[in-house]
Each structure stands twice: as C-alpha cells, then as structure tokens.
C-alpha cells in the first residue's frame, strides 16, 4: 500500500494551492480518506475528510477556503486550497482508512503518505 502526496510549494498569503494524492489500493472506493497537517512541535491535526459516500467534512479553521475531492476511477485525492494563510504552513499528510468512518483523528487511519510541505508567506 503506498499514498504518494505531491502539489506542496511556497506561496504568498491569498494565493492556491492543490494537493494531489496518489494511491496505490484496492477498491479504493471502499476507504474513507483524509487530509492532515503538522507543524514541527506540534500534534499532527485533521484538515478534511471525505468518506466512502462521498461526504465531506472540515477543521473548522480551513472551511470555506479548502476543499477535498477525489477520484475513484484515478485512485487520488484531492486538496484545494484558497485563500492560503500563514497558518496554514504545514506538512500535508494523506491518509485512508479501510470502511466508513466520520473521524478526523490520526489513530483512526492505517496507510499514510510521506507530506508535502506546504509554506505560506504574509
């Protein structure tokens, strides 16, 4: 099993960015994916989480600004991000969970990706 994230980069606040998650699973359908963040020293956090039905839920601190999709039939999973911040500097992680789930808690998924590094200047 392997998530490979890409899309990070370096941008002005109010800029965009798209994160990008390749996966190499079995019946991707069948996974409740996600998007998590850490900053050094810190506890990696929940972003957006998109469930086996499709749908969608958010950090607060990021609705309104990003969005999470994906495509089965591709197996990847998608971050946009918009109206970035300084913030919201962070590596990104992806991640899937094998079934439903509505938690945005690291424990609570088996196959992680490497990051992106995302960084935000004001």
């Given amino acids: ?21 390749a996966a190499s699973l079995y019946t991707y359908s069948r996974y409740t994916t996600a998007w998590f963040r850490q900053v050094p020293g810190n506890e990696r956090e929940g ?24 495509d089965n039939a591709k197996n ?25 789930t509505s938690s945005l808690l690291p424990r609570s998924y088996s196959y992680w990706g490497q990051g992106t590094q995302v960084t935000v200047s004001s």
């Avoid at 941008?11 to 994160?19: I, T, W």
């Avoid at 972003?47 to 600004?65: E, L, N």
Wanted: aromatic letters at 10%; charged letters at 15%.
């Fill in 1 to 21: 099993v392997q998530l490979v994230e890409s899309g990070g980069g370096s941008v002005q606040a109010g800029g965009s960015l798209r994160l990008s998650c």
């Fill in 47 to 70: 972003v957006a989480i998109i469930d086996v039905y499709g749908s969608t839920s958010y950090a607060d601190s990021v609705k309104g600004r990003f969005t999470i999709s994906r």
């Fill in 76 to 100: 990847t999973l998608y971050l946009q991000m918009n109206s970035l911040k300084p913030e919201d500097t962070a590596m990104y992680y992806c991640a899937a969970k094998l079934g439903w």
